[in-house]
């Protein structure tokens, strides 16, 4: 039969090129997902399904819950395509849920929205078991001014300045709705929930929300970036490993 | 100064082949840390200090906190010693402590218990994040079953049957005064409180222990595989990754 299978997986992104293809990166999770599916399809030799994710992770981004979706020819249960993922797929890549959807689903488009959480060691300590799911800082940033500027942000803005990518010719307004910094011990973790996020948003975010946060940067001033529609006025990119997709919402 | 260096060190063993010196295998905890302290110390090329471990892991076996010590001659202070390891120490290794002991503390010779936890993963997802951290099991097994049988391997005995190195000469008479087992969720964490134990020692204890578990024994046929004094008697060897050292007692 012909099914919109719909998954929901988890991976610890460290050795990927990220979600998706990349010409010049050979190892990437949808590659990966793709090849295991390919077998399990039975697909001739060189032929692989299209896997959709509902958007890109970059390089050593985490997923607690990407959703993906194929269309495929099987006669396989949903049971039995989760039991041979799992079996096939490598350690660090999970298939938590498998369901047959409508036809019309796409993991992309019909997205409505995402949660990210970003997390920062600030121990004394060297944090070995935790070591590939975070960012060590240097010193406890202050956690009331990055709040107060994380305020200015809420809302639906241009992000322009919080986007990687100078040149994008596609709307860069998005809607944020929540921004939670959350202190657990020794970790900081910053959640965000919004309609959707710009290439590398979440982290030129969390690079700007830290130099508030030590006092290089006025909370104010996170208002100037934003009008400023100029990357340059925002910090810098926080490093990959401390950022996880934690969820991805549908109607 | 000539100071007796105490260290409390933390260590993912995942990419190690254990704590010890192995003329085989070139990469150990102890190895590590003497070619790092070596440097530190500004001692003559190819000289590197003893570190002593207050025990052996192996390979693949994580610890929270290993106690060791080392005799060196050095003007720093202990906060510079803990900076400078945990600097040039790779990620998987931590200092979390360092303190000049006196002169006679001997990290193996002057400990006086020892705790260990071993982690079992029960869930259906893959553990995806913790892989490393535990071993995956097939089904639940019973753990009031395992208690009963852990019940027998409480007190002072020869564990023999439970000894790697079926050419001990030295005694194999140890004392085991608690194993704990817990159900979290997805997870089951057998913890082994003892005076000491013997080579692969908890991993043979929990594999027995999963045998009843699992109902492929009785639990009272663990009174019988202690009397045996004979390894082949006893369950597998419980794969390294799910055992860590959490502790070592020193009066």
Known sequence: MNRNIRLTIRYDGSR????????????????????????????PEGEVPLVIGAGRTDAGVHALA????????TEMTEEEILAYLNHY????????????A?????????ATGKTYCYRIWCGDRKPVFERKYL????????????????AYLIGT?????FCANPKMKKSTVRTVDE????????IIRFTFHGGGFLQNMVRILVGTLL??????????????????????????????QGLMLIGVDYD
């Not at 990220?18 to 039975?42: C, F, N």
């Open 102 to 110: 409508s036809p019309r689903f796409h993991a992309r488009y019909n």
């Open 179 to 186: 921004i939670t910094i959350e202190e657990e011990e020794e």
């Open 16 to 43: 990927y090129g990220g979600w998706e293809h990349q010409p010049d990166r050979p190892m990437t999770i949808q590659g990966k997902l793709e090849q295991v599916l390919a077998r399990m399809l039975m697909l």
């Open 89 to 100: 797929l490598p350690d660090d890549i999970g298939v938590d849920d498998v369901q047959f």
């Open 66 to 73: 990407m959703t993906a979706n194929l269309h495929a020819e």
């Open 211 to 240: 130099e508030v946060g030590y006092g290089r940067m006025e909370p104010e001033r996170v208002r100037e970036i934003l009008e400023a529609l100029d990357r340059r006025e925002a910090g810098p990119t926080a490093p990959p």
């Open 135 to 150: 960012t060590v800082t240097e010193g406890r940033p202050d956690t009331g001014r990055m709040r107060q500027a994380a």
């Open 157 to 161: 803005h241009d992000f322009r300045s």
